[in-house]
């Protein structure tokens, strides 16, 4: 059976992404939900992030959702069963479905059919070509999409062609200028934020391995907006991390230019699940993970370990 056909037969959906969901993850869900109607509902772990609030606003994300009722989950943008804690997948009995544009993780092997991309930009994206020739998009589905499209390709600085085929063909129907879409985007730096980046900069410890600038840092909250923040001032790798909730997360960066060399995803983040007592994977320029130890240092021995092997080189200390 094809995954549009089970949407079609299917009466109680439950459209579930990833904890602290982010625009791309809102934006496909949301789309998702336009075209299944009163048919489905919208969940979450936890939180929306911050960044996708604007977005979601008007849309109701309920928050650990039950699936006793339910005939179909369809999850979004998210390979592993760690990020949807504590939605049960394994011992959910109604069908499985996975839109994701992740490298696999162990989503991958309890869903009944999955529709993925791990050289997809975004999810949205996949939404976006499950429907196309199916469903005329009303303007808040093609708003949603636009945005998750715009977001994961940093405002269409890494898009290729057929990202911008698919915004030049949702624009028409979302009755919006690009502008709108930014000011949508737009989400100022507040004070707190501003903060965990200063106090993960002070606590950085810089390498280099084989030329190349590899930073870690950890802080409280914000991890990924303090690892694009190293970026900016001259990390070529950039890895934070956080505690909350009784666990830890990591979140990872590098330059675009080095994605001939490594696949951040695939070459650090993946191969570090064991150590991390948890998942990890992503992108190739962007990556994170969810995990139980504690141990920063244990954590970064083995990141090191890798990156001289993935660079060639050993690690000096700067």
Not at 15 to 42: C, K, P, Y
Not at 44 to 54: E, F, K, L, N
Not at 63 to 85: A, F, G, H, R, Y
Not at 228 to 250: H, N, P, T, Y
């Amino acid at each position: 059976m094809e995954f549009y056909d089970v949407l079609e037969e299917s009466k109680d959906v439950v459209i579930l992404t990833h904890h602290n969901a982010d625009i791309d993850a809102v934006g496909s869900a949301i789309a998702l939900f336009e075209f299944m109607g009163d048919r489905s509902r919208l969940a979450v772990p936890d939180t929306v992030s911050r960044g996708a609030r604007d977005l979601a606003d008007g849309y109701d994300f309920e928050k650990s959702p039950s699936l006793e009722n339910c005939d179909t989950l369809v999850i979004l943008d998210c390979p592993s069963s760690e990020q949807i804690d504590p939605v049960d997948v394994e011992g959910f009995s109604g069908k499985t479905l996975l839109i994701d544009h992740h490298s696999q993780g162990n989503l991958y092997d309890m869903v009944d059919i999955k529709y993925t991309d791990s050289d997809a930009r975004s999810t949205s994206e996949l939404v976006y070509e499950l429907l196309k020739d199916r469903w005329n998009f009303n303007e808040s589905a093609s708003e949603a999409l636009i945005c998750g499209i715009v977001a994961d390709t940093s405002h269409l600085r890494f898009a290729d062609k057929k990202q911008f085929r698919y915004i030049s063909e949702l624009l028409p129907l979302s009755d919006k200028n690009y502008s709108d879409i930014l000011s949508i985007l737009s989400t100022p730096v507040d004070r707190s934020e501003r903060i965990a980046r200063l106090k993960a900069a002070s606590r950085m410890k810089n390498y280099d391995i084989g030329g190349k600038i590899v930073s870690f840092s950890h802080v409280g909250s914000f991890e990924a907006a303090a690892a694009r923040s190293f970026l900016k001032i001259g990390a070529d790798v950039a890895i934070v991390f956080s505690q909350r909730d009784g666990g830890v997360r990591v979140s990872g960066r590098c330059r675009r230019g080095l994605t001939d060399e490594i696949h951040l995803g695939e070459d650090l983040f993946a191969k570090i699940e064991d150590t991390l007592d948890g998942s990890a994977g992503g992108h190739d320029a962007a990556a994170s993970g969810n995990g139980t130890n504690m141990d920063y240092d244990e954590v970064i021995e083995e990141m090191i370990e890798r990156l001289e092997g993935i660079f060639e080189a050993d690690s000096k200390k700067l």
